[in-house]
């Protein structure tokens, strides 16, 4: 199946209504390890898939040329604020004589965070696949700002990083939240169909975006973290939160 088709099928579990994703990396600002001659960050994020090195549209570290050796050669755009991050798309080169793209990591890391903070988005195994666009989905919805692309080669082994395009394929975290209204003073007395551990109302409430059937979802504040109940039926049934406690929250779509 061709990387279009996988992400219109991820377009229709997003938003059956839109069907629109957004590569939110576009025209923005991209730094690397080192550049190799005019070869810089961002020409991976000019829209231009550029294949071959004569087409100057990828963006290529020094390699075989950097002194001290790179071993984990890295690539990393910065998207500006916080979006959920659900899938990267990557066009490798299409030249024999240059190295692919292989054993990298896709991280993701918050505002305010350090890439000491950074979480896996994906992980690939071996190379990638020279001449194609290939799309990596993130093992599960995530909350990001900074995308790094990372190689994890051997220590003093010099390795580069040639990437013609990255594609960051996300949803600001604004117009997720701005879908659903907070039903004052009441609480969900059905029992939820599907219930998960996060960090805060926007996870859970891309939790539910994702599910055609979700109307409502509520979160409750547990010690650390937060727990979020998501209920499908149409007869969800509704009351008053008699208690008044301000760590349950419901909202409707």
């Known amino acids: ?4 088709k996988c992400l219109y099928l991820v377009c229709l579990l997003l938003d059956v209504n839109n069907c629109s994703l957004v590569n939110v990396a576009l025209h923005k600002s991209a ?10 960050a ?3 994020t000019d829209g231009i898939d550029g294949l071959l090195p004569s087409q100057t549209s990828c963006s290529h570290t020094k390699g075989f040329g950097a002194d001290p050796a790179e071993s984990s050669p890295w690539w990393e755009v910065d998207i500006l604020q916080d979006y959920f991050i659900y899938a990267v798309s990557i066009t490798h080169i299409d030249l024999p004589g240059l190295q692919l793209a292989h054993d990298f990591s896709i991280e993701i890391y918050k505002d305010g965070e350090s890439i000491s903070d950074t979480e896996l988005c994906y992980y690939h195994v071996g190379k990638g696949t020279r001449g194609k666009t290939v799309l990596y989905n993130c093992k599960q919805i995530m909350k990001g700002r900074y ?14 990083l040639i ?9 600001r975290i604004a117009s997720i939240n701005s879908s659903y209204s907070r039903l004052e003073d009441a609480k969900v007395s059905s029992t939820p169909d599907m219930t998960y551990n996060v960090q805060g109302y926007g996870q859970c409430a891309m939790k539910c975006y994702v599910l ?32 008044g406690r301000p760590d349950i929250a419901v909202f409707l779509n």
Not at 31 to 40: A, D, E, H, K, R
Request: hydrophobic fraction near 40%; charged fraction near 15%; proline fraction near 3%.
């Open 1 to 4: 199946m061709s990387m279009w």
């Open 31 to 40: 730094t690397q390890i080192s550049t190799y001659l005019t070869f810089v």
């Open 42 to 44: 961002s020409r991976a």
């Open 147 to 160: 995308v790094r692309i990372i190689i994890n080669g051997q220590p003093g082994v010099k390795e580069m």
């Open 163 to 171: 990437l013609c395009e990255v594609r960051v394929f996300g949803t």
């Open 212 to 243: 055609p059937l979700c109307h409502i979802f509520s979160v409750k504040l547990v010690s650390d973290y937060y727990q979020c109940n998501i209920f499908t039926q149409e007869n969800t049934e509704l009351a008053a939160n008699s208690t």
